[in-house]
């Protein structure tokens, strides 16, 4: 299974990281680093994050959480404009 994570916990306790770059876009797609020990101690930008080398700072402040997401007319391969609404797994109602 292929999951695109950008939780750290997640990436640690994953049984491997693929890590895609060196960036997004067209300088991206080219496989960066295979084994997530590698990638933790740093030399890919995730690898810096991991290591804590590089940090992201956190609002003070945060959005208020949303209940739905709702998606109207989805079109992209074999989906043929669906319309569906997902709950947030943190909504209560």
């Excluded at 959480?65 to 079109?75: I, N, S, T």
Aim: positive net charge.
């Amino acid at each position: 299974m292929v999951v695109v994570e950008h939780d750290p916990a997640a990436m640690r306790a994953a049984s491997w990281m693929v890590e895609l770059g060196p960036a997004s876009g067209e300088a991206g797609g080219r496989s960066s680093t295979r084994d997530r020990r590698r990638g933790a101690r740093g030399g890919t930008l995730t690898g810096q994050y991991l290591s804590g080398e590089k940090r992201i700072g956190v609002p003070s402040a945060r959005r208020p959480a949303v209940r739905w997401l709702d998606v109207k007319g989805a079109r992209l391969h074999n989906i043929k404009g669906i319309d569906f609404r997902i709950r947030s797994a943190h909504s209560r109602r």
